[in-house]
């Protein structure tokens, strides 16, 4: 293999680095934000990840919101999804605990 050869193949592994990881904005509302400190974060992930992953990672991040992991509603790009929905880079991830008042 020539230089050239080399540079292509390790500029092509470059390239393909970048498409195995999605960045999604996350929202984080009432009782999640409370819990997190934070109204929104950016949130890195491989690709193909689903919500349910995503929500994990967040608990990792975040421990307090094992609080509310169990009774959440997912939201993706505003629409309520489940959480085998597969994420892409630059979606909206919206984690909406249950919300009471008077």
């Known amino acids: 293999m020539d230089a050239t050869e080399q540079v292509i193949k390790e500029l092509t592994k470059i390239e393909g680095d970048d498409t195995s990881t999605v960045e999604i904005k996350v929202l984080l509302f009432a009782r999640a934000r409370e819990l997190t400190g934070v109204p929104d974060l950016t949130l890195k992930m491989p690709s193909g990840s689903t919500t349910q992953k995503c929500m994990d990672e967040l608990v990792l991040k975040f421990p307090s919101l094992e609080e509310v992991r169990s009774c ?31």
């Open 72 to 102: 959440v509603v997912l939201a993706l790009n505003e629409e309520y999804t489940t959480g085998s929905a597969i994420v892409q880079h630059r979606d909206e991830l919206a984690i909406i605990p249950p919300i009471s008042g008077g």
